[in-house]
């Protein structure tokens, strides 16, 4: 899988990818992450790329020809199966998206500032927009390494069997059950009994109670 991300703030995300499972990823040639600097692509007088908005208001917007040039030279490199916008008035981001996104070849992802970006790239390039929460941040590259964080970690190979994706909160719309480890009793506080009983099929069953009554509790409407 290759990802393309596309910032006027490159250096915001030097350091999300360059670590861990994210690391790991790239080195054993699971994916390849780009980071692109807008500013180059811009044909205007000191490499601007925002500008006030038709109609007045506050806050500037970023222009459509950095963005649409960036895209286009892309574009003429190799097919992309999404084009993504990181937005606070995109869908809400959840783990179903995470998958299918986690099982694509190529994605461009492109972050937002100031108000965002001129309708028209939305328009005539984007195929994807997502938000990573009701709340609105600074610009798109947080969002943008949240969702490379949340589908790389899904690329077959990219966790040991310590890390499975399969047992994480949401990958069966119920949250991860309490979890333990070593000493089973510390001060007094002890661990379930039945996780030390050894008899898997208990185990399984009690951590499924534990998974549903915590999404009971906590996230009804992940119940449907
Ligand atoms: N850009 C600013 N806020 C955002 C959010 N909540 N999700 C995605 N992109 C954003």
Redesign the pocket.
């Known amino acids: 899988m290759r990802i393309d991300i596309l910032t006027i703030l490159p250096r915001l995300l030097d350091g999300p990818f360059a670590d861990s499972i994210l690391q790991r990823a790239q080195d054993n040639g699971l994916c390849e992450i780009v980071i692109h600097n807008i500013r180059d692509y811009s044909i205007h007088k000191q490499k601007q790329v925002d500008d006030y908005q038709f109609g007045g208001g506050a806050g500037m917007v970023m222009m459509v020809q950095p963005i649409a040039d960036a895209i286009d030279k892309l574009k003429s490199e190799r097919e992309y199966d999404e084009i993504i916008?990181?937005?606070?008035d995109?869908e809400r981001?959840n783990q179903g998206i995470c998958n299918s996104f986690s099982l694509k070849k190529n994605i461009i992802m492109l972050?937002?500032h100031y108000k965002?970006v001129d309708q028209r790239i939305r328009d005539h390039y984007i195929t994807r927009e997502?938000?990573?929460?009701?709340?609105?941040?600074?610009?798109?590259?947080?969002?943008?390494a949240?969702?490379v964080d949340s589908i790389v970690r899904l690329i077959p190979g990219a966790m040991n069997d310590e890390t499975s994706a399969l047992t994480d909160s949401f990958q069966d719309n119920l949250l991860a059950p309490p979890i333990y480890t070593r000493p089973a009793d510390y001060n007094g506080w002890k661990v379930p009994e039945i996780l030390t009983s050894g008899n898997t099929p208990k185990v399984e069953e009690w951590r499924f109670e534990q998974a549903l009554e915590k999404t009971k509790t906590r996230r009804p409407d992940l119940l449907g």
């Open positions: 916008y990181l937005t606070p995109g981001l972050c937002g965002g997502i938000s990573i929460g009701d709340y609105v941040l600074s610009g798109g590259e947080l969002a943008a949240v969702l």
